[in-house]
Nanobody, 122 residues
């Protein structure tokens, strides 16, 4: 069993930065692939970024490439999403998730956090 808790969301102006954190308890994340997803009001949950259990394989959705960076700590207990050059369209609830395989599909993820709100003002 894996428990995930996100933190670090908030209100930021366009062009600003935020760093989201995901704390994993139970089995450490380095046995799972980890992903970040987001869901804006009235929209479906969408993939943002994912990282392999080893940390060596990352992948991003096109809209955040060059602006967001996913990373994990060596102990395998934390996953981060560094978000730079934020835009109003990045406003959403951001979720951390764990999967047994690398995937960009939400259905492949077995464990989810409760989400953290990110609001970017123009």
């Amino acid at each position: 069993q894996v428990q995930l808790v996100e933190s670090g969301g908030g209100l930021v102006q366009a062009g600003g930065s935020l760093r989201l954190s995901c704390a994993a308890s139970g089995r450490t994340f380095n046995t799972y692939a980890m992903g970040w997803f987001r869901q804006a009001p009235g929209k479906e949950r969408e993939f943002v970024a994912r990282i392999s259990g080893s940390g060596g394989n990352t992948y991003y959705t096109d809209s955040v490439k060059g602006r967001f960076t996913i990373s994990g700590d060596n102990a395998g207990n934390m996953v981060y999403l560094q978000m730079n050059s934020l835009k109003p369209e990045d406003t959403a609830v951001y979720y951390c998730a764990a999967a047994r395989t690398l995937s960009v599909y939400a259905g492949a993820y077995n464990y989810w956090g409760q989400g953290t709100q990110v609001t970017v003002s123009s």
